[in-house]
């Protein structure tokens, strides 16, 4: 079973209510206490566990830059194959997603050669033997120096999926390596979404936390998402919904 099958599982014993509640008190405060800010002007990377992360959680950002002719690139870390609904076989879900990725990016107006697969088995992130992580990391260096992005966009480091948090420690330790510089933003997908008494963002977080408003691209957002359909069917109508606002949160160190 891949973690987002856990975490899925998890909070369906916790309640789809209590966090489907929680998550829009959350996003709530987040808006009123978030600081607006306009896209930029600064190529980005977008760094993604699986395939749909980066739409659910950057898709606003990617649409807008993209829109502006800013150069966006993407780079998928796992092969998602554990996020396998009943009605896709084991041997066809890898080739699904990154089909499935291909054709959202494209809705985004990213380019297939801007669309990155490092391919490590999904769920595996956070317990890679020290050589696969210095494989991982060494191919993002790679990335990062050949791109060089202005804008660098990770997982939230407390988005309670261990991909995804992996996904934060290799992206800054690659950011650190490659020497670049570049501004970190972390973009929530599974953080928001759970019972009061697990969530761990403090006080300070919410002081850096920041909101885009992606009014304009919102219909190409949506239509991204849609094209997931091996990943939509399964997820929560709720946790779905917020990822439809008119606005994208992101959080700066």
């Given at each position: 079973?891949?973690?987002?099958?856990?975490?899925?599982?998890?909070?369906?014993?916790?309640?789809?209510?209590?966090?489907?509640?929680?998550?829009?008190?959350?996003?709530?405060?987040?808006?009123?206490?978030?600081?607006?800010?306009?896209?930029?002007?600064?190529?980005?990377?977008?760094?993604?566990?699986?395939?749909?992360?980066e739409t659910?959680?950057?898709?606003?950002?990617?649409?807008?830059?993209?829109?502006?002719?800013?150069?966006?690139?993407?780079?998928?870390?796992?092969?998602?194959?554990?996020?396998?609904?009943?009605?896709?076989?084991?041997?066809?879900?890898?080739?699904?997603?990154?089909?499935?990725?291909?054709?959202?990016?494209?809705i985004l107006?990213?380019?297939?050669?801007?669309?990155?697969?490092?391919?490590?088995?999904?769920?595996?992130?956070?317990?890679?033997?020290?050589?696969?992580?210095?494989?991982?990391?060494?191919?993002?260096?790679?990335?990062?120096?050949?791109?060089?992005?202005?804008?660098?966009?990770?997982?939230?480091?407390?988005?309670i999926h261990?991909?995804?948090?992996?996904?934060?420690?290799?992206?800054?330790?690659?950011?650190?390596?490659?020497?670049?510089?570049?501004?970190?933003?972390?973009?929530?997908?599974?953080?928001?979404?759970?019972?009061?008494?697990?969530?761990?963002?403090?006080?300070?977080?919410?002081?850096?936390?920041?909101?885009?408003?992606?009014?304009?691209?919102?219909?190409?957002?949506?239509?991204?998402?849609?094209?997931?359909?091996?990943?939509?069917?399964?997820?929560?109508?709720?946790?779905?919904?917020?990822?439809?606002?008119?606005?994208?949160?992101?959080?700066?160190?």
């Amino acid at each position: 079973m891949g973690s987002r099958q856990i975490v899925t599982q998890l909070l369906m014993i916790i309640g789809p209510k209590i966090c489907s509640i929680t998550a829009g008190i959350l996003y709530r405060f987040l808006y009123f206490k978030s600081h607006p800010v306009a896209v930029s002007q600064k190529s980005a990377m977008v760094f993604s566990p699986h395939q749909d992360d980066e739409t659910l959680g950057c898709g606003g950002m990617i649409a807008l830059k993209r829109s502006l002719g800013v150069p966006v690139e993407v780079v998928f870390l796992t092969d998602g194959q554990y996020g396998r609904p009943e009605w896709i076989t084991p041997e066809t879900i890898i080739e699904i997603r990154q089909q499935e990725a291909v054709n959202a990016l494209a809705i985004l107006g990213v380019a297939i050669s801007e669309t990155h697969f490092v391919n490590q088995i999904d769920g595996s992130l956070q317990d890679l033997p020290h050589s696969q992580r210095q494989y991982v990391i060494n191919q993002l260096v790679q990335r990062l120096q050949s791109f060089t992005p202005g804008e660098v966009y990770v997982p939230h480091s407390k988005d309670i999926h261990g991909d995804h948090e992996a996904t934060y420690k290799l992206v800054q330790e690659a950011i650190a390596v490659s020497g670049i510089q570049t501004e970190l933003l972390e973009y929530p997908i599974w953080m928001l979404w759970q019972d009061p008494i697990f969530f761990d963002l403090k006080f300070k977080d919410m002081a850096n936390a920041y909101r885009l408003a992606i009014d304009s691209v919102k219909d190409r957002k949506k239509q991204a998402i849609e094209s997931y359909t091996s990943q939509t069917s399964s997820l929560p109508t709720g946790f779905l919904n917020r990822f439809f606002l008119p606005y994208e949160i992101f959080f700066k160190n």
